[in-house]
């Protein structure tokens, strides 16, 4: 008698070749059934095996209370490798894990053909494994809080990277040799996935501090930072590389679940299903594709878009758009009019104690989303110099784009990049249409306004 593993490999074979045939290409895709609380402790660490910190406890009893209260179901997390490993809530249903496993099929076949995907690391988990064991071993000889400082400190700014190193093959990632003492881990093999850093840690000190701008605030630290210890190095260099592999993901949340909808869509169609498993894949389908009155679902975007697509091209230039764009793009090129009107889309903002809907015209609510959607939705930070007025103070600035940064958020996350740089710490920024540069010195953010030429002191 075959175990429900068994059944659920030989389905996955059989969804596979119909899958193929209808052109996906993929990694294999080892399957596994997971009770709840492991499937939603994957989902808080964004993978089965990370270091700990107490923010992914946090994300965890979230998720899994939101599933307590069937406020919300993952019904299967995948991650990107080579194979890749897909893990199914344990306690589905045979017909929506043939639908899941459709669903897992296209993620794939997104994240081995899209360009955004190209320079991740194919054994993530290895390295993530190790990143956890490394960091083990400073909680065992420098003590678990001063670990634990450094990583609430990189974590807090973990979105400052450059992303682009994924696709552009000018920009490089580096990684810190996990092995004693600290050298330059350099790849001969062939991979495509290079080192996090280049340089050696020893001679760090030695560097000019950089004065031009540089999006990477995370490299810069380690490069240049006149206090951090070498471990402490190190272990800001793990946090940066595993951002280096959500990155893609944050980027093309709306494109990559979008076209994974739409294939299992099309794939299901192809399967023999009886009539109740017809129903169910409905049912199911339908859920996940629900519009959401509080929040944009990107199932539902995607998917719509994907389809809209699908009615007036071919599948090759679907297979193309697959390759070439992200969520900014994606969105930017081919949310049109029609889309927006039948979504009913529309800006909206809270006015005193309500939200009203403040914008309807179809261009401004897509520019307005495809807005939101620059840097993968997180403020753009650069840094212009290591050593402002020649006191070694960092100076950052951010790229104001519209959108105010939450100041009681930056003043404590200023404080904890203080603490990395170890002298004064700047940051400009536009509020309430003024210049303002926050200073920051031994954990205190002081605030400076800089006057317009047509405006006058109080």
């Not at 107490?54 to 919300?72: E, V």
């Not at 062939?190 to 996090?196: A, P, V």
């Not at 753009?380 to 009681?408: A, P, T």
């Amino acid at each position: 008698m075959r175990t429900e593993i068994q059944e659920l490999n030989a389905i996955a074979n059989n969804i596979a070749e119909v899958a193929r045939g209808l052109g996906l290409d993929f990694y294999p895709v080892h399957f596994e059934l997971c009770p709840a609380e492991a499937i939603y402790t994957f989902g808080a660490y964004g993978m089965p095996v990370r270091f700990t910190h107490w923010s992914f406890g946090k994300a965890f009893y979230r998720l899994k209370t939101q599933y307590d209260l069937n406020l919300s179901r993952i019904y299967e997390l995948v991650i990107n490798s080579n194979p890749a490993y897909a893990f199914l809530l344990e306690g589905n249903k045979l017909i929506q894990n043939k639908l899941v496993i459709a669903h897992v099929y296209a993620h794939v076949d997104f994240f081995k053909k899209n360009r955004y995907f190209a320079k991740t690391p194919k054994d993530m988990l290895e390295r993530m494994a190790a990143h956890a064991q490394q960091i083990r071993d400073y909680e065992l000889k420098y003590g678990r809080l001063k670990v634990e400082q450094i990583l609430d400190a990189a974590l807090s700014i973990q979105e400052h990277i450059d992303s682009r190193a994924h696709v552009n093959p000018k920009v490089e990632t580096n990684e810190i040799e996990l092995k004693r003492p600290y050298k330059v881990r350099r790849k001969t093999s062939g991979s495509n996935y290079e080192d996090l850093l280049e340089l050696d840690i020893e001679n760090t000190g030695q560097r000019e501090v950089q004065k031009s701008p540089n999006e990477d605030l995370l490299l810069f630290l380690i490069e240049n930072s006149p206090v951090l210890e070498n471990w402490q190095k190190d272990i800001i260099s793990m946090v940066r590389t595993e951002s280096l592999y959500f990155s893609p993901q944050i980027e093309t949340k709306i494109i990559n679940e979008g076209w994974a909808t739409f294939w299992h869509s099309k794939i299901m169609r192809e399967l023999d299903l009886s009539q109740a498993e017809v129903l169910d894949a409905a049912v199911m389908h339908s859920q996940v594709v629900q519009p959401s009155r509080l929040t944009l679902n990107p199932y539902y975007l995607g998917y719509k878009i994907w389809e809209s697509l699908a009615e007036k091209e071919d599948l090759e230039f679907l297979f193309e758009v697959r390759e070439a764009e992200n969520d900014l793009s994606f969105v930017r090129n081919y949310l049109n009019r029609d889309l927006v009107e039948k979504s009913n889309l529309f800006n909206f903002r809270k006015i005193g104690a309500h939200w009203q809907v403040t914008e309807t015209d179809w261009t401004k609510v897509r520019d307005n989303l495809v807005q939101s959607l620059v840097n993968g939705g997180h403020p753009k930070i650069n840094v212009i110099e290591g050593d402002y007025e020649g006191k070694r103070g960092l100076y950052l600035k951010h790229i104001h784009e519209g959108i105010d940064l939450d100041v009681v958020y930056l003043e404590k996350t200023l404080a904890l990049v203080q603490t990395l740089w170890g002298r004064l710490v700047y940051l400009e920024t536009i509020l309430d249409s003024k210049k303002v540069i926050f200073e920051c010195q031994n954990g205190l953010v002081t605030r400076r306004h800089i006057l317009k030429n047509n405006e006058k002191e109080n």
